[in-house]
């Protein structure tokens, strides 16, 4: 027989982060779980409101099968005696729970052995998951969890029912840890707007149905797709077009039982205020929905939201039909205050220069032993200038950079940064521009922040990115200077993170920078400048090109680049003066070897310069020699696959030299079937042959193969597919 299993954590209001985790881990560990108790079922399903977790599983069987198994015991020798079981046999069978006399002899590779036949019946299930179920819940994690009352038991909110059904029988749990204890019953809660008082439920299959009727959309899914689709329809109806980013409306969807989409309407003095900052007091302090201005071109320095928003926003509520006038005027309450609020910051903030906030950024310390916000400015504006040198860019965006440079950090003491942090950045450039700088240099102060992470965007104008790279560079050469590293998991400053952003500018600006020089210059600088660090200008160097060779590898992974392919343009076979001194030469390069296998064409060129390298390992030609007839010997050819692999090198050669790695990949295509023939054609040579010399100038070809080939990649690191 089978029947719906059903279990609820009736909580507190949760966190809408912890809802989500929580269910993924419930949905794993009770499919592990029961598959490990060898309990048929059908599909385990998870539900989650801000009062309840909930695991549903399908056709759960009433009882474990029966397991019969074999066990193997000692050998025979040990365990009889003239036939007779002895105390190994004995002790044996005793721990299988059989009579000796069951015990069975079967040969094995390590000779006869015992084996007994052991039979273990079927639990009941109600019984397995007595025992489950608490664990279950104690297996949970997440942040801040807390106890409450006297009891020991930990959770993220407070437990207070347990429902736990097979079928319509109440499977009976008790949580002792709990204060006050909570004993599972058949009782659930309704919406708390529909009265707070248990629910009873007659069996696992209507409880779906008995609390939408209270309700409580249990589904999460369906809760979703209510608010989506509601947020569309209203949004549409107001001719905006909603700003409702995936982790707002995840967080929407935990916050509700019953959702209902209302519209508010935002005061007309305040469209008076830059964009950014009511969409941050909506989305990030209110969970509110704004809606912009469809068609609208994304501009980050746009001074006022008149054109940008429109003067209504949604909101997700969760209380009755006929209370949603009063619950729009009270959002709008307090949206209106904290938009007030805004309204004084930014009013403090215009009555202050640009110039002057810098100033003042010599009272706020940045690190211990890296002086002020004003110190660490200053020392980004002179990396802005070193980048900007090596670069080459033209003057108008030299000047642009070095002037957002100057700035870039101006709006952190500003009053409307200090009440948001989300806005730095942002609102320095806007302050820039109102107060007459180049569009260029506000901009890029606000791009000077990208990328944040994974995903974001990078900076669109070369003055924005330049400056980016300045203050990624600075927080390295600074933190590693101070003897500072990223550890494991530990990573307190990002500096992985700024070291992918190193990485993910340079290429989406498709910049060539010698990122090994540019470093070996400023850790003299930072020597320097650091006394009391005592600095080894040289071991900072080498950790901080060991950290960018690293960075290089994960964006190549991030970015969904094969793992060979990764370890054959930056593994540890290149060095890294090769990988740093144009790290925008790995990606074309991988770009490259990606396109040859999406073609077909790579696994016949690898396997040929494979082949090649392996024997000319037997060799010792250096591996910077690219010119064949530097080293090959023509006169010595015996054969015509001798004098056509040689014709091929000689066509190669300028393409390796010059690095012109999409005519080298077309030649080494083109190619492969002159190598193909030196190995395997009908002219086909033995390379190990008893003249030295003539050995040597096969081996010769082939390390020079190897030597063009791997101006590409390190083809040894590549695998067949």
Same mark, same amino acid.
């Given at each position: 027989?089978?029947?719906t ?6 909580t ?24 490990e108790?060898?309990?048929g079922h ?12 909930v695991? $549903?599983?399908a056709?759960?069987e009433?009882?474990q ?9 000692p050998p025979?020798?040990q ?16 721990r ?5 006399s ?14 007994a ?18 664990q279950?819940i ?13 009891g ?10 347990l429902l736990?059904?097979k ?18 019953d058949r009782?659930?809660?309704?919406h ?14 209507q409880?779906g ?11 999460r899914?369906e809760?979703?797709?209510?608010i ?24 929407l ?9 209302l519209?508010g309407?935002i ?33 980050p320095?746009?001074?006022t939201?008149e054109?940008?928003?429109?003067p ?40 202050q220069?640009s ?9 706020v310390?940045?690190?211990e ?16 200038g070193?980048l ?26 500003s009053?409307?940064?200090?009440e948001?942090?989300?806005l ?12 007459g700088?180049?569009?260029?240099v506000?901009?890029a ?10 995903g ?7 003055a ?9 560079l600075?927080?390295?050469l600074?933190i590693?200077a101070?003897?500072?590293r990223?550890?494991g ?15 993910q ?10 990122l ?14 650091f ?7 040289s ?7 060991q ?6 590898? $994960? ?7 094969a ?9 540890d076979?290149v060095?890294?003066q ?8 790995v ?7 990606r396109?040859?296998?999406d ?6 060129v ?6 090649a ?10 591996r ?6 530097d080293v090959?010997?023509?006169e010595r050819?015996?054969s015509a ?6 014709a ?12 012109s ?18 190995f395997d054609?009908?002219?086909?040579v033995?390379?190990m ?23 590409l ?5 590549i695998? $067949?597919?």
């Amino acid at each position: 027989m089978t029947a719906t299993f059903l279990l609820e954590i009736g909580t507190e209001e949760l966190p809408a982060d912890f809802v989500r985790q929580a269910l993924d881990q419930l949905q794993q560990r009770v499919s592990r779980d029961l598959r490990e108790a060898r309990l048929g079922h059908g599909a385990v399903s998870v539900f989650g409101t801000p009062r309840r977790l909930v695991v $549903s599983v399908a056709d759960l069987e009433d009882r474990q099968p029966d397991l019969e198994e074999d066990r193997k015991g000692p050998p025979v020798a040990q365990a009889f005696k003239d036939g007779i079981p002895g105390p190994a046999a004995i002790g044996f069978a005793k721990r299988c729970g059989v009579d000796p006399s069951a015990l069975e002899q079967r040969d094995t590779p390590k000779g006869p052995c015992v084996f007994a036949t052991v039979l273990t019946p079927g639990q009941d299930c109600v019984d397995l998951l007595q025992g489950l179920i608490p664990q279950w819940i104690d297996a949970l994690q997440g942040r801040r969890f807390m106890r409450w009352g006297t009891g020991a038991q930990r959770f993220s909110r407070p437990i207070r029912w347990l429902l736990a059904l097979k079928g319509s029988e109440v499977i009976p749990v008790v949580l002792g840890g709990a204060d006050p204890e909570v004993r599972s019953d058949r009782f659930s809660r309704a919406h708390r707007l529909h009265g707070d008082e248990p629910l009873s439920i007659a069996s696992a299959e209507q409880f779906g149905e008995t609390l939408a009727a209270a309700g409580v959309v249990v589904d999460r899914a369906e809760r979703a797709k209510r608010i989506r689709t509601s947020l569309d329809q209203s949004a549409q109806a107001a001719n905006g077009t909603p700003d409702c980013p995936e982790s707002l409306f995840e967080e929407l969807v935990d916050l509700v039982e019953d959702p209902r989409i209302l519209e508010g309407t935002i005061a007309e003095r305040f469209l008076q205020l830059p964009p950014e900052v009511i969409s941050t007091v909506m989305q990030a302090h209110q969970r509110y929905v704004p809606l912009q201005v469809p068609g609208l071109e994304a501009d980050p320095l746009r001074l006022t939201a008149e054109a940008v928003l429109r003067p209504q926003f949604l909101l997700v509520g969760n209380g009755l039909a006929p209370a949603s006038s009063l619950i729009v005027r009270g959002n709008e309450r307090v949206l209106g205050a904290r938009l007030a609020d805004a309204e004084f910051f930014l009013d403090v903030d215009r009555r202050q220069s640009s110039e002057s906030r810098r100033e003042a950024l010599d009272r706020v310390t940045f690190a211990e032993g890296l002086g002020s916000l004003l110190d660490r400015s200053e020392r980004i504006e002179r990396l802005t200038g070193l980048l900007l040198k090596q670069l080459g860019l033209d003057q108008s965006v030299v000047d642009a950079a070095q002037r957002a440079a100057h700035f870039c950090k101006n709006d952190l003491v500003s009053q409307m940064v200090g009440e948001f942090p989300e806005l730095q950045g942002l609102m320095g450039g806007k302050y820039l521009l109102e107060e007459g700088e180049p569009r260029d240099v506000a901009l890029a102060v606000v791009e000077h922040y990208l990328p944040r992470g994974a995903g974001d965007a990078l900076p669109a104008t070369p003055a924005g990115a330049v400056v980016a790279l300045a203050e990624r560079l600075e927080l390295l050469l600074s933190i590693f200077a101070k003897g500072e590293r990223p550890t494991g998991s530990s990573d307190p400053y990002a500096l992985r993170r700024a070291g992918n952003g190193v990485v993910q500018i340079l290429w989406g600006m498709a910049w060539r920078l010698d990122l090994m020089a540019f470093l070996s210059n400023a850790v003299e600088e930072w020597a320097a400048l650091f006394p009391a660090f005592a600095v080894d200008a040289s071991q900072l160097h080498n950790d901080l090109c060991q950290l960018m060779r690293q960075r290089i590898v $994960s964006q190549l992974e991030d970015d969904g680049f094969a793992p060979d392919l990764v370890q054959a343009v930056a593994g540890d076979a290149v060095s890294s003066q090769r990988l740093l001194s144009d790290p925008l030469d790995v990606k074309q390069r991988i770009q490259l070897l990606r396109d040859l296998r999406d073609s077909g064409q790579l696994d016949a060129v690898q396997a040929v310069v494979q082949r090649a390298a392996k024997l000319a390992e037997k060799g010792d030609l250096a591996r910077d020699q690219l010119v064949a007839g530097d080293v090959v010997e023509p006169e010595r050819f015996e054969s015509a696959s001798e004098k056509d692999l040689f014709a091929a090198l000689e066509q190669l050669q300028p393409l390796a030299q010059q690095r012109s790695y999409q005519a080298l990949a077309d030649a080494l295509v083109a190619a492969t079937p002159a190598l193909q023939a030196f190995f395997d054609g009908d002219t086909s040579v033995m390379v190990m042959v008893d003249d030295a010399a003539l050995r040597l100038n096969r081996l010769n070809l082939l390390a020079v193969l190897r030597n063009q080939a791997s101006v590409l990649a390190e083809f040894e690191s590549i695998q $067949s597919k």
